[in-house]
């Protein structure tokens, strides 16, 4: 079955930068669309950016100026390159694919 594993999450300070990764198992990688999504405490989970198994790319609108998704099929991985963060970026960011999730990876952004 689908396995996701995201790792990269952790504490920064506003204006930096984080790269989180999703390693998938048990899928035809290269086949699927991957998507990155986060969830803040009291809040709805919510589209960060997607990619197509042809590149296609797509990103939320608070994201679009400094979040870049990306992927490496060799290495069946999806990442998620996070730059200028903000405090309000600040949630468990998960991956998924074929509507299998990930556990998720803690972003936390202080001061």
């Known amino acids: 079955q689908v396995q996701l594993v995201e790792s990269g999450g952790g504490l920064v300070q506003p204006g930096e930068s984080l790269r989180l990764s999703c390693a998938a198992s048990g899928v035809r990688f290269s086949m699927w669309s991957m998507g990155w999504y986060r969830q803040a405490p009291g809040k709805q989970r919510e589209l960060v950016a997607s990619m197509s198994a042809g590149g296609e790319t797509n990103l939320a609108d608070s994201v679009k100026a400094r979040f870049t998704i990306s992927r490496d099929n060799a290495e069946n991985t999806v990442y998620l390159q996070m730059n200028s963060l903000k405090p309000e970026d600040t949630a468990v960011y998960y991956c998924?694919?074929?509507?299998?999730w990930g556990q998720g990876t803690q972003v936390t952004v202080s001061s």
């Open positions: 998924k694919c074929r509507g299998v």
